[in-house]
């Protein structure tokens, strides 16, 4: 139980253009989700929590319009990374909030490696 | 804001040893402390976690203290194995938000 998978695993674009990353809770509802982002032999940085149904609450730092963010379902949340450029290539990491009655444990997606050029 | 360092960065080991890696964290309200093993290009996976109402838990080879006083807490592993091999985060957390604030990461070296 607790599946989280996230779509495409990998993709690359070109600088200007718009992509969407989708994650998914395949066998359980998650009314939170959290998007993380990853550079190369460094740590888990939080960029966003999702709630279903409401606005992302963003980290410091992190720009909410280009890193849009919707969880208009209980098992779908998006991140899309608009107007992108080569330093927003990462690896890019979503999890969905705990089950069994603890809302402290996350489930991670398999992540999405973006490259943009 | 909260913040969890994490040391060393880099831990080379002999198969067969111990492998001890030290987090602290700086907001009083984390109350949930999880370990994940990531190996390269994959997703973090949960080793062992620890709550804050006990000190010591321990899962085979694999260990975690936590002192909440010191606001410290440690990831054991013993008998080291080369398929031990990977990234270590710790990471705290608190179940009024949910969030998870991680580690800079240890990188786990086991020599056969």
């Known amino acids: 139980g607790a599946v989280v998978s996230q779509h495409p695993s990998w993709v690359i674009c070109k600088s200007g253009t718009s992509v969407k990353i989708e994650c998914r809770s395949l066998?359980?509802?998650?009314?939170?989700m959290f998007w993380y982002r990853q550079f190369p032999k460094q740590s888990l940085m939080l960029m966003a929590t999702?709630?279903?149904?409401?606005?992302?609450?963003?980290e410091q730092g992190v720009e909410k319009d280009k890193f849009l963010i919707n969880h208009a379902s209980l098992t779908l949340s998006t991140l899309t990374v608009t107007s992108a450029h080569p330093e927003d290539s990462s690896f890019y990491i979503c999890?969905?909030?705990?089950?069994?009655?603890?809302?402290?444990?996350?489930?991670f997606g398999p992540g999405t490696r973006l490259t943009v050029t | 804001g909260e913040n969890v360092e994490q040391h060393p960065s880099t831990l080379s080991v002999q198969e067969g040893d111990s492998a001890v890696i030290k987090c602290t964290y700086s907001?009083?309200?984390?109350?949930?402390f999880p370990w994940y093993k990531q190996e390269l290009g994959k997703r973090p996976q949960l080793i062992i976690d620890?709550?804050?109402?006990?000190g010591e838990k321990k899962d085979q080879r694999i260990a975690v203290t936590l002192n909440k006083t010191a606001k410290h807490f440690s990831l054991h592993i013993t008998e080291t194995q080369p398929e031990d091999s990977a990234v270590y985060f710790c990471?705290?957390?608190?179940?009024?938000?949910?969030?998870?604030?991680f580690g800079q990461g240890t990188t786990l070296q086991v020599k056969p």
């Open positions: 999890s969905a909030g705990g089950t069994s009655g603890r809302s402290d444990e996350q489930y």
């Open positions: 066998d359980f509802q998650a009314t939170t």
């Open positions: 999702s709630n279903e149904g409401s606005k992302a609450t963003y």
């Open positions: 907001d009083s309200a984390s109350n949930y």
């Open positions: 620890i709550r804050s109402n006990v």
């Open positions: 990471a705290a957390g608190s179940s009024n938000t949910g969030k998870l604030i």
